[in-house]
């Protein structure tokens, strides 16, 4: 049985979200029931008490303000020598979306030999380098001070989880999951990330996280039913539910797949 695509996209498009502020990266992210939910940026939760500033914040909202080349300035004088695996994990993110839109900016409709489509490619490529390079040091880090027996928080776990999965280092990010597990006593961030291994690998336990999670008005939980969808072939389904989701808030992870599907609908029509 596969889940229906219609019925929830209905409920999306009903839905009027409630913003708050991630306490990570500074994003207003949108949840569903009002309830404290996972930012739609860095997938980090977003009900915990906020801290000090982070550095992050003020690259954030200059990508927000559309000035990449200063975000991208900035970024990059944050990275050099840092070691907190958070500031590593927000800019993993910051680089692995800013890499998708240059990849995505391609114009095969220009004129003579596209040498911009070139250049969109090799920045594109060059910010792939720093968006991993970011989260293997947050995944050796983390994965240090658990193997040193440090009292590691939950949050740093599922960074280091989160990390793994976008690195595609799916035997390592269940390992993870199972220390989670065993921290987060509420399940909180645990069965957050159960929902995103459990898409991710299409294992037997996607629909059942899918739907706990759909159920609460988890808002990132309608891109990985897109993505479980897409998986089940049902591509014009989750094509819908991202271009409706996109009317409301932006899941960082959203733009690939819509890119991925759009192509493969147009290799069908050739």
């Known amino acids: ?38 930012c739609n940026f860095c997938e980090q939760f977003a009900g915990v008490q906020a801290g000090a500033s982070s550095p992050f914040e003020a690259i954030k909202a200059q990508l927000d303000a559309n000035s990449t080349e200063a975000a991208l300035k900035s970024a990059d004088q944050l990275m050099k020598g840092n070691m907190d695996p958070e500031q590593l994990y927000l800019l993993g993110v910051f680089y692995l979306n800013l890499s998708t839109i240059e990849f995505q900016s391609k114009d095969y409709n220009q004129m003579g030999f596209m040498e911009p489509n070139a250049d969109n490619i090799r920045a594109s490529l060059d910010l792939t380098m720093k968006w991993k390079e970011c989260f293997f040091k947050v995944i050796r880090i983390v994965g240090g001070e658990l193997q040193g027996n440090i009292q590691v928080d939950p949050t740093m ?74 998986k089940q072939g049902k591509l014009k389904e989750a094509e819908s539910l991202l271009s409706t989701l996109s009317t409301s808030v932006e899941v960082s992870m959203s733009r690939e797949l819509l890119y991925r599907i759009r192509l493969t609908e147009e290799a069908s029509k050739m």
């Open 1 to 38: 049985m596969v889940l229906d695509g219609r019925k929830y996209l209905k409920l999306l498009a009903s839905y009027r979200p409630v913003a708050q502020k991630c306490p990570y990266c500074g994003t207003s992210t949108l949840s569903a029931s009002g309830r404290p939910s996972f």
């Open 157 to 230: 776990v599922l960074m280091k989880f989160m990390s793994e999965i976008r690195l595609q280092r799916y035997v390592d990010a269940a390992t993870t999951l199972r220390t989670l597990q065993s921290l987060d006593k509420r399940g909180t961030y645990s069965e957050y990330a159960l929902l995103v291994y459990s898409v991710e690998k299409d294992t037997k336990q996607a629909q059942a996280s899918l739907l706990a999670a759909l159920g609460s008005g988890e808002m990132n939980a309608y891109y990985y039913l897109a993505k479980y969808l897409a």
